[in-house]
């Protein structure tokens, strides 16, 4: 079985524009979350996608959105870049069913550079 | 919303000893508590994990503990191995509320 897949894996942009990151989760998956990863900051979750809706969010500025397709494919997006968005950005599909948490699989990441 | 933290940021154990580090999160409707590893340059897997009415889990050399009264678990590695240097993350969710990480424990193992 194929494992999280995201794209790009490394991007570098200047202040002020906006990126796209796109992330196909593990097949049957139907859930996907987003996390920032930073050095010294962890893991922050920025949001959360189950069956095309957005179940749960971060504490993160507007300039942050995502969505996620029938395919459970999902999308997050970046608006007027600023330098402190530099960081990992990391998927992580799965089941999500209802009744609790499980396992998260992480994609290997997409390394976003602001400039 | 949840708020877990981790302790402490850096470990150094010599190769053979045992390690632990230790979180704490707030929201006492939290009911699950995985552990993540992260080896340099990869991803984050999961190691191990714990569910609200499990007080202790064991795997071979790793163990959590949890202690939903004080709220807080810990992860436990013995005869520690020059493999087991990376990155560990604790983390607490409740139901369908997001898994909230701690901000990591840079672990290395000296042989």
């Known amino acids: 079985k194929a494992g999280v897949t995201q794209t790009p894996r490394y991007l570098i942009k200047t202040r002020g524009q906006q990126v796209t990151l796109s992330c196909s989760p593990i097949?049957?998956?139907?859930?996907v979350s987003w996390y920032q990863q930073t050095p010294g900051q962890g893991l922050q979750f920025l949001f959360e996608y189950f069956s095309e809706t957005q179940r749960n969010k971060g504490n993160f500025p507007g300039r942050f959105s995502g969505r996620q397709f029938s395919n459970s494919r999902s999308e997050m997006n970046v608006s007027t870049l600023e330098l402190g968005d530099s960081a990992l950005y990391l998927c992580a599909s799965s089941l999500g069913g209802p009744g609790g948490a499980g396992e998260l699989f992480f994609g290997e990441g997409s390394r976003l550079t602001v400039l | 919303g949840e708020n877990v933290e981790q302790h402490p940021s850096t470990l150094s154990v010599q190769e053979g000893d045992s390690a632990v580090i230790k979180c704490t999160y707030s929201d006492s409707a939290s009911n699950y508590f995985p552990w993540y590893k992260q080896e340099l340059g990869k991803r984050p897997q999961l190691i191990i994990d714990i569910r609200s009415n499990v007080g202790e889990k064991k795997d071979q050399r790793i163990a959590v503990t949890l202690n939903k009264t004080a709220k807080h678990f810990s992860l436990h590695i013995t005869e520690t191995q020059p493999e087991d240097s990376a990155v560990y993350f604790c983390a607490a969710s409740g139901g369908n509320t997001p898994l909230v990480f701690g901000k990591g424990t840079r672990l290395s193992v000296i042989a």
């Open positions: 097949s049957g998956h139907r859930s």
